[in-house]
């Protein structure tokens, strides 16, 4: 046997020697020490942090790839109305990363005695409790005989099609006349009515041409301001070409 092949077998057996040795501190480092250490949760504003988690089921001292991250996901979302999705990420060797997406809070309703807060695409999200949800800008919102207002779930009308009322909110909502909308009354798609500015009751009637109906009452109270600052009325837009004026208090002067 030639000392060329010796070395070249000791050479082989050095770099297999290597080898298994990383392979078994790779491993021992993956086994005992690649565990969550820390949790970072980002994006949530109306939920708390320890509340996403405990919901995530997510502890420190877990491995971080013996997680089911998607048991964790649903566990997020079912527990906490306000999370709409969420994603998670490992970062090795021991990061959790949870981010969400939440629901904007933008009514109120009442059903059966109780007040619901509502997002904007009608997911009850919460009882109202009064002043707290004030700073959200809350709307008061009226609505059709509900079927089902249930915490974390989408509200049911009785007998009549959600989608329906939510194109009818989000022509009032995207309008210029939706940030200073307090309250919007949809006793039906026939009869739709909001209060503008807490000054001015707008009857639109019938939900059909809304938009412009909109547009025309825009016009109306700048008109109505220019001349009348200080009166408060109802402004009726069955048209959606003309407005009547009708005042019900304030001052002309």
């Known amino acids: 046997m030639s000392n060329e092949y010796k070395k070249l077998k000791a050479r082989h057996f050095i770099i297999i020697v290597l080898f298994s040795l990383i392979m078994i501190g790779f491993a021992i480092w993956f086994l005992f020490f690649c565990r969550v250490q820390t949790i970072n949760i980002y994006n949530n504003v109306y939920t708390v942090s320890e509340d996403i988690e405990i919901s995530s089921k997510i502890k ?45 809070p933008s009514f109120y309703t009442e059903h059966e005695g109780q007040k619901y807060v509502l997002s904007f695409d009608l997911y009850v999200l919460g009882k109202y409790e009064g002043e707290t949800e004030l700073v959200y800008g809350l709307k008061e919102l009226v609505l059709p005989t509900m079927q089902t207002c249930e915490l974390g779930k989408k509200i049911k009308l009785l007998d009549k099609d959600i989608t329906e009322y939510e194109k009818i909110l989000k022509t009032i909502l995207d309008s210029e006349m939706g940030e200073k909308t307090t309250k919007i009354e949809l006793k039906d798609k026939f009869d739709v009515e909001i209060l503008y500015k807490n000054k001015y009751t707008v009857v639109f009637g019938s939900h059909k041409n809304l938009d412009k109906k909109i547009i025309t009452c825009i016009k109306a109270v700048g008109h109505i301001e220019e001349k009348t600052p200080n009166v408060t009325g109802i402004l009726y837009a069955y048209n959606p070409d003309e407005v009547s004026f009708q005042i019900t208090g304030g001052s002309q002067n």
């Open 60 to 104: 420190i001292g877990n491995h971080l790839f013996g997680l089911d991250l998607d048991e964790s996901k649903k566990g997020i979302t079912e527990n906490n109305n306000y999370i709409k999705s969420v994603k998670i990420s490992r970062k090795i060797p021991s990061q959790i990363d949870i981010y969400v997406r939440e629901r904007t």
